[in-house]
Each structure stands twice: as C-alpha cells, then as structure tokens.
C-alpha cells in the first residue's frame, strides 16, 4: 500500500511576476479562479492535516485550500524557503549593483556558499532532509519553489538536480512515504 505526502507550492505573488526574490512577508496576489482549481485538486486528495511554511504567502494559500473538514493549520518551520539573504525583495541585478564582488561565491557556486546573511543550498538540503523525517502520511505541506526542489533533490540523493527542477505556483508534488524511507 502507498503512503503518501503532498507538497505544494504557494500561488502566485508580485515577486513571481516581476521577478524579484520574495522575503517573508510577500503577500498572495489572490487569483480566485487559479484557488478555485487548486482547492479542488486538493479536494480529491483529501489531506489528514496541512501545515505550511510560517512565511506569509504559504500560509495564506493553505488558509485558501485547507479541507472544511481540518481544524488548523500548522506551521512548520522546516518549509521556510531557502534564505537569499540580502537579495530578498530586490532583484538580482539592484541586490548586484549595491553588494558586486560580495555575491561572486554564491554565483560561481550556490551549493556551498550563501549570499550575505543568506543561505547556501547544502546548508538548506540539511532543512529538507529533517522535514522528510518528520513529514507526517498523507498530510499536504505548503511551501515554496526552493524548498520543494530540495526536497526532491533529498529525495533523489542528488543536490545536482536542484537546478534540473520546476515547481510551478499551486502544483502539487506527491511523495510515496515508502520510497522516503528507503534513504
């Protein structure tokens, strides 16, 4: 029998449009007939439980989709998005004109180095793997793009993939509990 566990990512937001690193507080741009969809997708996987990243985007989307039949939403501090530290809610080449040289090692390799105050994609992977064990059957996580592609990299053994994936706003990823346990 499968097991499974859904992860989805948040809808969509002014920085997925204008292309701009989000920061915590980045609100939805609400899109009633994009909920509309997901909430029936959601709907016919019936989830046990939701939790959600604490970062407020994701928490608005499950507080859109959540199931009548689910009391709350946890929070769950393992889904916050990979930390871009003095990127966040700028663009790439503001963040640059301003920090130049300082973004250089996270440029030529974001595995191991962070930008400033940020975080690197190994240091992250660390978060993704703690969350699969503790990721509970049958339950739908609500997160975001980098985090749901390092889960899927923990998943796969292989960080190098980081790169290979896309998750696209409201899509949502099962995961078979049984092949998370072989790892």
Known sequence: MTKTIYLMRHGRTRANL?????SAEEPLLFEPAAFSEA???VAQ???VGIAASPYLRAMQTAAIVKPDTIARIDEEPL???VSMGVLEGRRFSDAYDQYGAALDPWI????????????SLKDAMVRAEAFLQAAEEGHLYVSH?????LILCAVAGD???????????????????NE???R
């Open 159 to 177: 960080i190098r993939r980081f790169f290979d994936i896309s998750v696209q706003n409201l899509q949502i990823v099962p995961l078979d509990c």
């Open 145 to 149: 793009d980098g985090i749901i592609r």
């Open 39 to 41: 909430k029936a997708v």
């Open 79 to 81: 889904l916050r998005e």
């Open 108 to 119: 030529d390799d974001p595995f191991s180095n962070a930008p400033p105050r940020g975080e």
């Open 18 to 22: 204008e292309k701009y690193y989000g």
């Open 45 to 47: 996987i019936d989830p």
């Open 180 to 182: 998370i346990s072989k």
